[in-house]
């Protein structure tokens, strides 16, 4: 089975003959591409992400971009269905079930010779490492391969939304960058000649693309039509100015300039033609010859490919918000950098590196009098440029003498920025790059973290700048807490409300709440957060990444050696060596607290773990680190609110993995400090329970959920759990758990106003609980015991309650417990102050911490 998205989606397969075998052995190929225009949106958005997992909101989100029914999920699934027996049809022998469900949405499975897209990318990587290898018969040879793959634009046949949008105009890129590159390989075999027709063609379609202009001028010049490739050139500028109101860049100007004078080296293929200074000269970048190793990787058109110019920085941009310390010290460093001077601007991946660059570099353009030098180091494809390029395009510009502002955006290694220094005096080097490069003599970094919540504040025009409605403080700190304060994540949720009117900052909230489509929800157009941070993952060495996966089973927060070694597998001394070997790698965060995976960075690295690490080796580790939390948190001591909710996701961690009984024991562990959906965690817990036959933690989990239903005021709820506690406690003989059972029902029959009733369940649930060792089931026993005086009318009562909270308060201090200890505390002041009012009508009497009721006087007994 083959899929074909350079063009109208195309799915061929063997069907019933054979499948993907037979059809690849020369049997007949039958076409199952879908008919339906919704299912084709479908497939076309899985093969556009193939083996990723696409959310069910996106996929949505692609089917209706402007207002999805309320039977959309409902309708995807049936789509999916359809698909899969459309993917079964015509591969029988796994068709079907490459098509996957897997949270939160589906992930198609395809070979990687199964796809167009996929082979196209290969061949057009091998190419281009052909072509900086100088072998050009070969380059030419791949990308022409390369280039026939296509059948017209990207998904031709079927509607696109914002990801088929995206991804059309990515390829598209690609595309052009692969036709540029074929076409100056043949310049170099000498096929000018061969070229022109095409060229001409490509000109007329392309009348701004200054690339094409000059490979058909250069084309022209070597077929002696020299009077024609001026043409060219006029008719490019003509075109510019009157459209844009700009002029050709430096290269094509001096190009002209170099047929103007009939320049005879440029009609030899393969002859260096770059119009900058050459090795030796003296320029701004250093002094001397370029040495061993500069290559001469001018194309062979004229053109300079990615060579720099003077004052080519990117435009500043008006909407550059914030950072305002991180500006001031760059442009500290920048002004009183010593000859040579380089400074690094280096953080986690989105932290806006490049813009912060760009900004400083326009700031300071007057202490670099005679103009700057930007470079991007990324490509499309192929590693990235070697020092020696760089040293070699620099010389290109007419930098001798001057003092020059030089930015290397992008930077991957010190080994490119090395062949550079040192810098002659009055030049400047200001490098991004996602980590410090090390070993660079005088090197000044400058670490970018996430925005602060003051500076994500100052974006909220941002959200308002398309005409959308203006969200208030709260809605831009959630927003931006959701997007982990990184300014790329803000961007593109500002993007997404921008493209969808319809749209309000609490619905993008409300879609950035969700964990897993939170990445899917953060792509807009070409603002792609995942794509960016999934950049950084992928530049990783192999050891790092796989340690950025296994800690995604930590709960989110800090962390230290002792939690990141029980998900490893490594000990403790171990463990610290591979988190300074990721924090390295700015995949994390670490400060004199701790270390924390970034939350979308952590939301990233659990995506690679589902997709890159088996299912045993998944369980393995949940296993490791759940057994490791549940026994750290064991340990006397008050846990904080975050450790316990860190506890509960990892006792759902426990859960889905099918460890039962760690799954109990980890909730067993918050101790009731479980606030936040405590009822879905005591609920999974219970499950759990009764998976794995433990009566006794079967019991704790029903009593938990009898005193949530309690303070919740659902009495009968709460009987029928309190009394499934009761029997199966006794089942399990578990006298502790019965007796605290038994104070639940106590004081349900307490509240429904019959105290004698109440008063024979609580008489054994004291004795049980009130044996050394049960404080906790003590305390609530004695509680109980005090809100039963207080039913009683007069001073006998009042006295027998302050006894009994008297006790609360010292079984609280035994249980370090510092809310119960202010609820005793609370209590006895509100007896002290209502001291002779017992004959009161009605009084607020507290019956658990926070919970409160009016009591009637003269409860019946």
């Known amino acids: 089975m083959r899929f074909g998205i350079l063009g109208p989606l195309e799915v061929t ?44 909101e996106s996929l949505i989100d692609e089917l209706w971009p402007e207002a999805p029914p309320r039977t959309a999920t409902t309708t995807l699934q049936v789509y999916v269905s359809h698909l899969r027996k459309t993917l079964g049809s015509a591969d029988p022998r796994g068709g079907r079930e490459s098509l996957v469900t897997r949270r939160p949405g589906y992930l198609l499975r395809v070979g990687a010779d199964a796809l167009d897209t996929a082979v196209f990318e290969d061949l057009a990587r091998r190419g281009h490492q052909a072509l900086r290898d100088a072998d050009f018969g070969v380059a030419a040879d791949l990308m022409r391969r390369a280039l026939t793959l296509w059948r017209g634009p990207v998904l031709s ?35 000018h000649r061969e070229l022109v027709a095409e060229l001409q063609e490509l000109v007329a379609e392309h009348r701004m693309h200054e690339e094409f202009h000059a490979h058909l001028m250069v084309a022209l010049f ?45 009609s030899m293929p393969g002859a260096r033609t770059g119009s900058g200074i050459g090795a030796g000269s003296g320029s701004a970048v250093r002094s001397g010859a370029a040495g061993p190793g500069a290559t001469d990787a001018a194309p062979a058109d004229g053109t300079q490919g990615w060579s720099p110019a003077l004052g080519a920085l990117p435009p500043a941009d008006p909407r550059f918000a914030g950072r305002s310390a991180e500006l001031a010290e760059l442009e500290q460093l920048l002004r009183a950098a010593p000859a040579g001077g380089c400074v690094a601007v280096t953080g986690l991946p989105g932290t806006g590196k490049t813009a912060l660059a760009v ?74 790059a996602g980590r410090v490069p090390a070993g ?79 990445l899917d929800a953060l792509r807009a157009g070409d603002v792609d957060v995942r794509a960016r941070l999934l950049e950084a993952y992928a530049a990783a060495p192999g050891a790092e990444r796989r340690t950025f996966r296994l800690l995604s089973l930590l709960p989110p927060g800090r962390f230290g050696a002792r939690q990141a070694a029980a998900a490893l597998d490594l000990a403790e001394p171990r463990a610290a060596a591979a988190l300074d070997a990721l924090a390295d790698e700015r995949l994390l965060a670490v400060d004199r607290d701790g270390c924390h995976l970034p939350e979308l960075l952590r939301l990233l690295a659990v995506e690679r773990l589902e997709l890159e690490e088996a299912p045993e080796v998944r369980r393995a580790a949940a296993e490791r680190v759940c057994r490791a939390y549940a026994a750290a948190a064991a340990q006397p001591g008050r846990l904080a609110d975050a450790d316990a909710r860190g506890l509960v996701r990892l006792a759902r961690t426990a859960h889905e993995a099918g460890l039962w009984a760690l799954a109990v024991r980890l909730t067993d562990a918050t101790g009731g400090w479980v606030e936040e959906d405590a009822e879905a965690a005591y609920t999974l817990a219970l499950d759990a ?11 704790r989990m029903e009593r938990s959920l009898g005193d949530l239903a309690w303070q919740y005021r659902r009495a009968e709820r709460a009987h029928e759990l309190y009394a499934g506690a009761l029997a199966h406690a006794r089942e399990a003989g578990d006298e502790e758990e019965a007796g605290r059972a038994l104070v639940g029902l106590a004081e349900l029959r307490l509240d429904a106003g019959s105290a004698a009733e109440a008063a024979a369940l609580l008489e054994p649930a004291l004795a049980a609980l009130s044996v050394p060792g049960r404080t906790r089931g003590h305390y609530e026993a004695s509680r109980a015991r005090a809100l039963l005086a207080l039913a009683q009318d007069g001073p006998e009562g009042a006295e027998t309650a302050r006894a009994w909270f008297g006790e609360c308060l010292r079984l609280a201090g035994a249980l370090r417990d510092h809310r119960l200890e202010v609820y005793a505390r609370r209590s006895l002041r509100a007896l002290s102050a209502t001291a002779g009012g017992g004959g009161a009508a009605r009084r607020a009497v507290e019956i658990r911490p926070g919970l409160w009721r009016i009591q009637p006087a003269g409860v019946r007994s």
Not at 176 to 191: C, K, M, P, Y
Not at 477 to 489: F, K, Q, R, W
Not at 689 to 699: E, F, L, N, P
């Open 13 to 56: 397969g063997g069907g019933t003959g054979g499948g993907t075998d037979d059809a690849a052995d020369g049997g007949p190929v039958v076409s199952y591409a879908p008919q339906a225009a919704k299912l084709r949106v479908v497939l076309g958005t899985l093969l556009v992400r193939a083996n990723e997992v696409v959310s069910s």
């Open 157 to 191: 046949d079927t509607p696109h939304g914002p990801l088929l949008d995206g991804a059309a105009v990515r390829l598209g890129e690609v595309r052009s960058t692969v036709l540029d590159e074929r076409i100056r390989a043949e310049l170099h075999l000498g096929l």
């Open 222 to 266: 070597r077929c002696g039509r020299q009077a024609e490739a001026l043409r060219v050139f006029a008719m490019l500028r003509r075109t510019l100015v009157e459209e844009l109101g700009i002029e050709p860049g430096p290269s094509s100007r001096r190009l002209q300039r170099r047929i103007l004078e009939g320049d005879p080296a440029l």
């Open 359 to 432: 900004e400083s570099a326009h700031r300071v353009a007057d202490a670099f009098p005679d103009g700057q030098v930007f470079l991007d180091l990324r490509r499309a494809s192929g590693p990235p440029p070697t020092g020696a390029e760089i040293l070699d395009r620099l010389e290109r510009a007419p930098l001798t003498g001057r003092r020059v502002l030089i930015v290397l955006d992008h930077v991957t290694s010190e080994t490119q920025v090395r062949p550079l220094l040192p810098l002659a005096p009055g030049s400047a080097l200001l490098l991004t």
């Open 440 to 518: 660079l003599p005088g090197l000044r970094p400058v670490v970018l973290g996430p925005w602060r919540p003051e500076e994500s504040r100052r974006l909220a025009g941002l959200f308002t700048e398309h005409g959308g409605p203006a969200p208030g403080p709260g809605a831009v700190d959630e927003i931006a807490g959701l997007c982990g304060g990184l300014p790329l994540a803000v961007r593109a949720a500002a993007a997404q409300l921008a493209a969808r009117p319809h749209w309000t900052p609490a619905t993008l909230a409300d879609r950035l709440r969700d964990e897993g489509g939170r």
């Open 689 to 699: 329970a009764v998976r794995c036959a433990d009566r006794s933690a079967q019991a």
